[in-house]
């Protein structure tokens, strides 16, 4: 049987008190609607729509090649929002002759997981109705759109026969706890045709979705087990909460695979994220983006990793790390920045104000304190002492350093690039360096100490000894 896909996400979100279109507020790495499609994972799709309205350009280029397995994402236009009926009513022309359901989800629908559709799905195919939706018992049901039935087939099968909206529920129907979710599954042939009847007869005087169900009951329903799965976002307070639900979801998901964490109310992890058993994820830190931690590494406390790789047994403590590497057994921090393009061999020690950015090192080199190489290139074992810096800028292009093996740079000493040192080089304290050196020197390139003797007045000296 085909599938197509409507996602719901045209509407404003006002309640958002936002600029930007609800669906494309972030839950972690991802939007609400790009956490919808992934809701689909592993359902086999025919066709997707997503339906777009209000500042449609910007979803439009959020989800611009997209796609649902090889199924890729396709754009409706509803010009006005004049409800969820109306935004379903804009697939007509595109499916003409289709032969298959129509699963539609709401664009603000973030939590869902794909078994809970799949449920669904199979509820759906294994009987006749027009319609199967998913629904929820929620102690506070306010605002959503509550669920009538008249027929319960043995266990958890419910048969609907209408939904009414909170705001057109009388004080007796909002006592109903059971709640659509926004989820349904139809005979596309059985609602085409029911479709353009729908009518705007409500306190919004919108064109609702839900009066398709009325039309084509009874409609199969199915509780979903876990409430947060159908929770829609609606407002800041509820987005925040969605966030904890999916950070939930994903610590627990790494405890049982092995990995410590020691305090999870202080730590996140964005579900891109990839830990391997036996990591230690200390407090107040934050795994993001296509972060990789190995086995045995420790993290934090207080740390920022956002696309790092941090090999073996590595340690990083209250630093940052993005978009660069730690090889097995390095390690960094107290606050060490290492920024974009940085890789360190093994056994690496990068310690207290340290910034590294699009610098290489190779193995068990070190740069302990105060130190700045940007743009470098470094060979194995070499030292960097306090305070050594790359001037890799000279105020129009960065330039590149380049350093050998087994380097020893005094504290203060200022690579100016582009420079290329060898191998076994030494540099004096205080040295500001602008030629290559090549190997095995010991380079100075500082003022000679001048002593002049008696220099402090006599007249101090007598005074002193007196
Ligand atoms: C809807 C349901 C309600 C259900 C709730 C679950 C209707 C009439 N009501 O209410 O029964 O309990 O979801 O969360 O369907 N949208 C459009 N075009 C429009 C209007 C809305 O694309 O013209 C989109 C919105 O962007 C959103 C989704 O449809 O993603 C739901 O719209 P929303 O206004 O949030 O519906 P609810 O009032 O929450
Ligand atoms: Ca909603």
Redesign the pocket.
Known sequence: MALAIAI????K?TRMKSDLP??LHTLGSKTLVERVLESLAGIPVDRCFV?V?HRAELVRDRLAGATVGSTPVEFVD?LE????G??VQQLLPHLVGFEGDLLVL????PLLRPMTLQAMLDLHRAGDQGATILTACLADPTG??RVFCNERISGDRLMVQE?I?HRDCSDAQRQQKR????IYCFRWGALATMLPNLRADNDQQEY???DAIKALAPAAAIDVADVSEIW?I?DRAQLAAAYGVLQERSKRRWMQAGVTIIDPHSVTIDDTVELAPDAIIEPQTHLRGKTKVAAGARIGPGTLLENAQIGEGATVIYSVVADSAVGAGGRVGPYAHLRGGTALGDRCRIGNFVELKNAQLGEATNAAHLTYLGDATVGDRCNFGAGTITANYDGYQKHRTTVGDRVKTGSNSVLVAPIAIGDDVTIGAGSVVTKDVAGDALVVARSKQVVYPGWRPKYLRDAASS
């Open positions: 719901l996400a045209a509407g979100g609800k669906v339906i309205g509803q929002q004049l409800g969820t109306h935004a709401n664009g603000d629908v959503y759109g939904i909206e709640i659509n979710a926004g609702y979705l839900t829609g609606n």
